[in-house]
């Protein structure tokens, strides 16, 4: 079966970097497109970046767009969030998503399958 196992997450003070990870097995992951969320408590789960099967098309929110950075290595099957310059804002449970189509989607609904969620937590 299909199993997205996020890590990474942890406590860290504004202005930090932390990078998850998601690790994917039971699919094919380089045609696999992949999509990172995140869900504070009391709101919707909010989109933080998508990137397509090959890597080509990358996608941000504004709210993230020149502080997070998406990444993919098909050979260790492991899809990257790299979150510079982090704000108590920030904090959620970020999760990964998977989308065997390969396409790089903005809408949760477009993903098959999800991860578990890995915690960030950002002091001021």
């Known amino acids: 079966q299909v199993q997205l196992v996020a890590s990474g997450g942890g406590l860290v003070q504004a202005g930090a970097s932390l990078r998850l990870s998601c690790a994917a097995s039971?699919?094919?992951?380089?045609?696999?497109?992949m999509g990172w969320f995140r869900q504070a408590p009391g709101k919707e789960r909010e989109f933080v970046g998508a990137i397509s099967w090959s890597g080509g098309s990358t996608y941000y929110p504004d709210s993230v767009k020149g502080r997070f950075t998406i990444s993919r290595d098909n050979a260790k099957n492991t899809v990257y969030l790299q979150m510079n310059s982090l704000k108590p804002e920030d904090t959620a449970v970020y999760y990964c998503?998977?989308?065997?189509?390969?396409?790089?989607?903005?809408?949760?609904?477009?993903?098959?399958?999800w991860g578990q969620g890995t915690q960030v937590s950002v002091s001021s």
């Open positions: 039971g699919l094919t992951f380089s045609r696999t497109g």
């Open positions: 998503a998977a989308d065997p189509t390969g396409g790089a989607h903005l809408l949760p609904l477009n993903y098959r399958y």
